[in-house]
């Protein structure tokens, strides 16, 4: 390791070390996610170790599905290598745990073909993450962000999902106590259970201001949404999506 610390590489071996082309990683330079150390006389690109530590975070969020736009913001996030690699860690095992699950249902739907078993409809897709929402998704906020959205959530454990859930219940409950209060949306204590909301869909996506609206509106006008949110409270639907066109005028760009 530290005959390698202050070696340099050239574009042409970084390419085929990572096994990317020169042409992906001469983009990555332009979307200024990946500098290189210099540039010799020459011209050409080199490359030292600390920058294939982060072409290296790179292809893993790449193999997560995150699009670049996202790879960017975690990267500007993150200030430590390790505790960035860490994290990568986390996500590639619950990946891996998912894929094993899904493995296990289609190894269960082989065995059940050779043996001329039958397998309920629930038993055929256990562990398929299937979102009945997800091609309405994109048709509204376009491939990019699913595949992002997914990503987040199968590098979530099954311990995170289920607080996922449950915040999603607190939300709820706590935004149906300010409707009972007769509290204006743009009412702080509304503002503040609809900041909770929105960091909420941060866990998923990061919308701004124009497409938190757009989410809010779909509550109100997607029955299947509607339903969700006025279980709690006849009328909650609305009453969030008045809330978050406050939030969004207030605090969004």
Known sequence: MKQEEHRSWSIAEVARLSKVSSRTVRHYHQLGILDPAYTGQNGYRYYGQEQLFRLQRILLLREL????????????????????????????????????????TVDATMTALRQGDTMSAEEIFKDFDNNPYEEEARQRWGDQAVEDSKARHAAMSDAAKKAFMQEAQDINEELARCFDAGLQAAAPEVQAV??????????????????????????????????????????????????????AAARLS
């Open 65 to 104: 599905g995150l699009g670049l736009e996202a790879i960017a913001d975690v990267l500007a996030g993150q200030t430590s290598q390790l505790e960035a690699l860490a994290v990568h860690r986390e996500w590639l095992l619950a990946e891996h745990d998912r894929l094993g699950r899904m493995a296990a």
């Open 194 to 247: 609809v900041d909770r909301h929105y960091k909420w869909v941060c866990a998923s996506w990061t919308p701004d201001a124009e497409g938190y609206v757009g989410l809010g509106r779909m509550y109100v006008e997607d029955p299947r949404f509607t339903a969700f949110y006025d279980k709690s409270r006849a009328g909650l639907a609305p009453y969030l999506f008045e809330g978050i066109k406050a939030y």
